[in-house]
């Protein structure tokens, strides 16, 4: 099981909306979903109910996926979240696996919003990585319209790709922080990043 969730907002009210969430997410994944989309739909229910997370227009946006035991096939779901990318290891492409659209809305915005899963096959080499926004918006102080991208994301990948995984996810921090000329982040940054060479 994969997932790597972010709360609107920052503070008290966003940590307190990603604790529901993760409470949420422990007491769900005992029963058994036929999908990733399903998962997600139940916990759109779950936090539409919830006080803290809806008062004043706050949401969660959340990517969770399966990998199947062998590793050769991911399936995935988004609410408001970008896609994975994938970076295969073979023929140097990356490329994120579904279009921007594929994100569906935000959870605790709307109980009845229906989420699509994504079943995608995997390279015998590759890494995968999902990310929040704190690191694609991550921009030098005063230049907001100047952004890290998933361009800036790519390059980096691309240029980190004999590293070893460890070091591959740190080079990630760096670049952004190199971007923005050492001011970092403005955004809560969660990365997970997964290898497997075939």
Partial sequence: ????????????????????????????????????????????????????????????????????ADSHTLQWSAAGHQPPLLQNLATGTIEP????????????????????????????????LLYT????????????????GVEGIIRTMAESVDLPLEEALARLFDASNEFTAGTGRKDDTSVLMLERRG
């Fill in 1 to 68: 099981m994969l997932l790597v969730g972010d709360a609107a907002g920052h503070g008290m009210k966003s940590c307190l909306s990603i604790m529901t969430m993760h409470t949420l997410v422990r007491m769900m994944r005992r029963h058994e979903y036929r999908d990733t989309a399903h998962f997600v739909d139940e916990i759109n229910k779950g936090l539409c109910d919830q006080s803290i997370v809806t008062e004043k227009g706050g949401f969660i946006t959340l990517l969770y996926g399966v990998l199947s």
């Fill in 97 to 128: 696996l579904a279009g921007d659209d594929a994100g569906g809305m935000p959870l605790a915005v709307d109980e009845d919003e229906e989420y699509e899963s994504y079943t995608c096959e995997l390279p015998d080499s590759f890494r995968l």
């Fill in 133 to 148: 926004d704190g690191l694609e918006e991550a921009f030098p102080e005063g230049d907001d319209e100047n952004q890290f």
